[in-house]
């Protein structure tokens, strides 16, 4: 289990992390979710030990990172920053890495093949694709065969296929009672594979629910589409709604249809187009990751 407590982290006058708390329970893959700047990586470099916070404390299984009896046993991390020297093969990297690290060399073709590189092992790390880099990443984080798998944005650079291949690998992972802790600035990504969601803003923890909750508790919005959408816009504001446009439509949050309809009357502003529109998970996020 991965736990916050009251994490903060000031850099001079910037409060990347304030005061943030939440678990992430073995069995479930947890999604960390923020904008970019939201204090994603601070948290999870603080949770690795490569941050000292400001107060609170990051602890895993109860302990914090530096702690650890065996740290890569219990923790495999594939974090942002690139991977290995460009001249290596990645299986040289994978054994270099197993070699400091004490966990030891015996599953590194294993690994190899588990994350599809098996074809790839004895090429330059400098000629693999970004996609094979995050492949190698993750090989690199399962060499302890860690409980606890934290990832900062690992979608990034994956291909469709390659984003399968990581969803079935991570939902394995939590199935057998691993925990998963995976971080993204866009929570579409991540829908299909989180049981549960972290949201923060500008530091702050603003939501540490299930996907389901959140999914159940988004309200519907009105789509309006009209002739004169500044004039509605101001109507609907008016009245209380809350809007956002694509450009073409207004999005209405907290009016029913039939008050964006006779809102739309009384302001005497012709409709083209009024759908009620169940609640798309991203823009859940948004919302929410826009809200402080
Ligand atoms: N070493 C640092 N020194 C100064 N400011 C920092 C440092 N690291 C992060 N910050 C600031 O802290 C805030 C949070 O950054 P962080 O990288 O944690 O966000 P993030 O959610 O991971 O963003 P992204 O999705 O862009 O990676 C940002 O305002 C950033 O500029």
Known sequence: MIEARELSKTYGSVRAVDRVSFTAAAGRVTGFLGLNGSGKTTTLRILLGLVTPTSGQALVDGRRYRDLRHPVRRVGAVLEQGIGHPGQTGRAHLVTQAVFSGAGRSRVDALLEQVGLGHAAD?????????????????????GDPPVLVLDEPANGLDPEGIAWLRGLLRDHARSGGTVLISSHLLAELAQLVDD???????????????????????????????DPRRLWHALT????????????????????????????????????????TPDLEQIFLTLAATR
């Open 123 to 143: 090429q330059r790390i400098g000629g693999y694709s970004l996609g094979m880099r995050q492949r190698l990443a993750v090989a690199t984080a399962l060499l």
């Open 197 to 227: 969601v972290v949201i923060i803003a500008r530091g702050r923890l603003v939501r540490a629910t299930s996907l389901a909750e959140l999914t159940r508790d988004a309200e519907a919005r009105v789509r309006v589409r009209s002739r």
């Open 238 to 277: 008016q009245a209380g709604g809350r809007i956002t446009t694509d450009g073409t439509a207004l999005e209405v949050a907290g009016l029913s249809p039939e008050e964006v309809g006779e809102l739309a009357f009384r302001a005497q502003v012709p409709v083209h187009e009024l759908t009620v529109r």
